[in-house]
């Protein structure tokens, strides 16, 4: 048997096995019923003070958790990168060097898109 077999055979068991627990669970499980109660917002057990005072997050913050969680990864590749450059030679080294480009190219196009000016308060 060959290695694509092997792996779509093992696809289809994993598959499988989340779609029978999947009905098991609707099948057996609890269902809850909606009520007045349960529909209220919660917030850490307290009854709410404003109800009309409620907005809703602003589109511009989802460009800043996304800038964000690239420079986190960028930052993580970076720590990963220097614990396996050993030895350092010059092809790590041009791969650094690509690496840093793009990352000046990403803070460039922040700063240039204004994108952390329009959040100001």
């Not at 694509?4 to 093992?10: D, E, K, P, V």
């Not at 068991?13 to 009520?35: D, E, H, M, Y």
């Not at 041009?94 to 100001?120: A, H, I, N, P, T």
Request: aromatic share 14%; net charge neutral.
């Amino acid at each position: 048997m060959n290695a694509y077999a092997i792996f779509l055979l093992y696809l289809l068991a994993i598959l499988g096995f989340v779609a029978v627990t999947l009905l098991i669970n609707r099948a057996l499980g609890p269902k809850p019923v909606a009520s007045a109660t349960k529909l209220e917002p919660f917030e850490c057990g307290a009854e709410a003070v404003d109800r009309l005072n409620v907005k809703a997050v602003p589109v511009k913050y989802y460009g800043i958790a996304v800038v964000f969680i690239l420079f986190e990864l960028e930052t993580v590749f970076l720590f990963m990168w220097a614990l396996g450059a050993q030895p350092l030679t010059g092809t790590l080294l041009l791969v650094f060097g690509f690496f840093l480009l793009l990352l000046v190219l990403l803070v460039l196009y922040v700063w240039k898109s204004g994108l952390l000016e329009d959040v100001r308060a």
